[in-house]
């Protein structure tokens, strides 16, 4: 079947801009999980969705981070205000259920996202 | 608070050769789960294996075997019989078993030789 998807693929804006990234999940996932991974690191966790709410946003960095998932399906990562330090890859991850530890995130192809 | 260590910047091997891949865990929680993810330079994380804390057996699947060993905190993977395309970033993984969100180690860029 189909796999995670996000899209644009790539963005490029200007500081200060606001931007939308989107995450189509695999179809049943019910969890949906946000990362950002910087040049030459590893992905850090942003937030995680469980059906339409946020279960846990300790990742997002400060105000400008937010995120939703009404239907529980689709998801948009939103950025407000960009600065430069926010370019990166954001990766969206889903998966079947959360909360077992053998329930394995399958990745999209992530949003490279550069802030000039 | 939980962390993944990857001490391997990179690593070369041979074709067809088997190669390892350290990774060392820290976390105070009894239950975890542990997992590998290959990065090629397309950038998609690709899932490799999966190991929970209460498993007896390392964990294999194909080409890939997790070699658990729970005094030492550490969940090194093994490739056997490397090919060309296996060249990519690897990440180790690991989950709290509350939220379920994954912290990363920096991983290991392998390449594998002709």
């Known amino acids: 079947g189909a796999g995670v998807s996000q899209t644009p693929s790539n963005k490029v804006t200007e500081k200060g801009k606001y931007v939308e990234l989107r995450c189509d999940p695999i179809?049943?996932?019910?969890?949906l999980y946000w990362y950002r991974q910087s040049l030459g690191q590893g992905p850090e966790f942003l937030i995680y969705?469980?059906?339409?709410?946020?279960?846990?946003d300790s990742g997002l960095p400060n105000d400008r981070f937010f995120a939703v998932r009404p239907e529980g399906s689709v998801s948009t990562l939103k950025i407000q205000r960009t600065e430069r330090g926010d370019s990166a890859v954001y990766l969206c991850?889903?998966?079947?259920?959360?909360?077992?530890?053998?329930?394995?995130?399958?990745f999209g192809p992530g949003t490279r996202l550069t802030v000039l | 608070a939980q962390k993944i260590t990857q001490t391997q910047p990179g690593m070369f091997v041979q074709e067809k050769e088997a190669v390892t891949l350290d990774c060392t865990y820290d976390?105070?929680?009894?239950?975890?789960?542990l997992f590998w993810y290959k990065q090629p330079s397309s950038g998609e994380m690709i899932f490799l294996i999966y190991?929970?804390?209460?498993?007896?057996q390392n964990a294999t699947e194909g080409r890939y075997s997790l070699n658990f060993q729970k005094a030492r905190k550490s969940a090194n993977l093994v490739i056997s019989a490397s090919q060309l395309g296996d060249s990519a970033m690897y990440f180790c993984?690991?989950?709290?078993?509350?939220?379920?969100?994954?912290?990363f180690g920096t991983g290991t860029l392998l390449a594998v030789q002709p």
């Open positions: 991850a889903s998966s079947l259920q959360s909360g077992g530890l053998a329930d394995t995130q399958y």
């Open positions: 179809s049943g996932h019910t969890a």
């Open positions: 969705f469980q059906g339409t709410g946020a279960a846990d």
């Open positions: 976390t105070s929680d009894p239950s975890y789960g």
């Open positions: 190991q929970g804390s209460y498993d007896q």
């Open positions: 993984a690991m989950n709290d078993g509350a939220t379920n969100k994954l912290i």
